[in-house]
């Protein structure tokens, strides 16, 4: 699976890098959040387009629990919420930021249709309730942000001038930067031409609803283990 983040501990203390599409058909949530278990400090470091709304929100949750710094170098969609965890929130002078409301792909009856809506209701409630919380806006302003009408994008400035952000920073010397990208680049290299082109056709779903989650999960381990050779 491709990675999204990575992590180093020192005793109650950890320093989190987002890189990638975050849950999206590739690490669970679940396993950044085993890795929390005893951090009481956490520094995050978001250079990430998005993903799993849901996913996001999770670690959010997590980090918001304890003492959490951000530092943003792109955080767009649902890394825009996990930016959200922790102040102070620092932001590279020629960072962006993307706020929209999200999105869910789904198929099936009008009842599928309509759950999947109230769904997305209800999450879009939650991050309301977050953004106008951390950055101090009006309700009208949170609600046009998440109204579905356009994506919105702020650069650093725009960014503190929001709340999005408490400050700007001048982004380290670039072949520091360039450490966490390799390494995902490194992870992704090690894949097959199959491995590939199969992530990116999942990637096109970043939310898939069945109706029995632990059923499905049975029938692809099945064709996993009977289809899938190293």
């Known amino acids: 699976m491709m990675p999204w983040f990575s992590i180093t501990r020192d005793a109650a203390a950890a320093r989190i890098s987002i890189f990638g599409e975050i849950a999206a058909f590739s690490t669970p949530a679940d396993e950044l959040l085993a890795q929390l278990e005893g951090v009481r400090h956490a520094e995050v470091i978001i250079d990430s387009p998005g993903g799993s709304s849901t996913d996001a929100l999770q670690v959010h949750d997590a980090l918001a629990k304890i003492e959490t710094t951000v530092t943003i170098q792109h955080a767009a969609s649902a890394a825009a919420i996990l930016a959200m965890a922790g102040r102070p929130r620092k932001i590279f002078a020629d960072a962006r930021m993307m706020i929209h409301s999200p999105v869910d792909f789904v198929a099936g009856t009008s009842k599928h249709l309509r759950k999947s809506a109230d769904n997305l209701d209800g999450l879009n409630g939650r991050l309301a309730a977050i953004f106008r919380t951390q950055t101090g806006q009006s309700a009208e302003t949170i609600a046009n942000w998440l109204s579905g009408e356009k994506d919105f994008y702020f650069d650093a400035t725009e960014a503190v001038a ?22 995902a680049d490194g992870a992704a290299d090690s894949q097959t031409e199959d491995e590939k082109l199969f992530t990116d056709f999942l990637r096109v779903f970043p939310t898939l609803r069945v109706r029995n989650r632990d059923n499905f999960s049975r029938e692809l381990s099945a064709w996993f283990a009977g289809n899938v050779r190293e």
Request: net charge negative.
């Open 162 to 183: 929001s709340g999005l952000a408490d400050e700007i920073v001048e982004p380290p010397p670039l072949s520091e930067r360039q450490q966490v990208i390799q390494a």
